[in-house]
């Protein structure tokens, strides 16, 4: 089963994972007010639908007033959206995530799937983040490291450290990292995923990490 943005990063927030202050809306004319309880001067406003390349296709926006927020829910609310990840039907558009602005200073990918051989857990980042990962493995396979996790010690500290070397982490960042693995491995544990993804995973413009985005399958 997919979840939504908005559904992943709710279960983000339930492990201490750091996410942006938003509400979701089913109706154009909650907009203002979802606008004004976010507050702030600029949103962002996304389309959800179980699809990447949202971006590209005009389902993603930066708005400065609230009047641009309603006028992005009444386009796509009920419309199909088209992006490379789907076919040419698209997918229906029945909410809109809007969020506070987020200043980026760098992206990064992060994910994390089941590896059937060893039947573990396996993370995968990469310091190119907002891009097709197979393309960076293809073309980069530097920039991206595997991290398998043993079920019965979890997580480790070196290894928060060892992927934070190759995400090009500072000190400070590397702490709040050794932090964010764990829960994150305690979520898709504890929730039977099949895939978690984070793309991107950016540093803010204040040096911290910021889960921008959320992607998770849960196994049937």
């Known amino acids: 089963m997919n979840l939504h943005e908005f559904q992943g990063k709710a279960?983000?927030?339930?492990?201490?994972?750091?996410?942006?202050?938003?509400?979701?809306?089913?109706?154009?004319?909650?907009?203002?007010?979802?606008?004004?309880?976010?507050?702030?001067?600029?949103?962002?406003?996304?389309?959800?639908?179980?699809?990447?390349?949202?971006g590209k296709s005009g389902g993603v926006k930066l708005v400065d007033t609230?009047?641009?927020?309603?006028?992005?829910?009444?386009?796509?609310?009920?419309?199909?959206?088209?992006t490379y990840q789907t076919d040419a039907n698209g997918q229906?558009?029945?909410s809109i995530l809007i969020e506070e602005c987020t200043d980026i200073a760098d992206e990064l990918y992060l994910s994390a799937v089941v590896d059937r051989a060893s039947q573990r857990v396996v993370f995968i980042a990469s310091s190119e983040g907002g891009v097709n990962i197979e393309e960076v493995a293809k073309n980069s396979p530097e920039k991206v490291i595997y991290e398998s996790i043993d079920p019965l010690t979890g997580a480790q500290p070196f290894q928060a450290?060892?992927?934070?070397?190759?995400?090009?982490?500072?000190?400070?960042q590397t702490k709040q990292f050794s932090k964010i693995l764990p829960n994150l491995m305690k979520l898709f544990v504890n929730r039977d995923l099949s895939l978690l993804e984070i793309n991107p995973l950016v540093i803010t413009a204040g040096g911290n990490l910021h889960c921008l985005d959320a992607k998770i399958n849960i196994d049937s």
Request: charged share 25%; with cysteine.
């Open 66 to 82: 609230p009047d641009d927020a309603i006028e992005f829910a009444k386009k796509w609310l009920g419309k199909r959206l088209v």
């Open 92 to 94: 229906l558009v029945s």
């Open 161 to 172: 450290r060892k992927i934070s070397k190759v995400l090009g982490l500072n000190q400070s």
């Open 11 to 54: 279960l983000f927030a339930e492990y201490n994972l750091p996410v942006s202050n938003g509400k979701v809306i089913y109706d154009a004319n909650d907009a203002l007010k979802a606008c004004r309880d976010i507050g702030g001067s600029k949103w962002v406003v996304k389309a959800q639908v179980h699809a990447g390349g949202r």
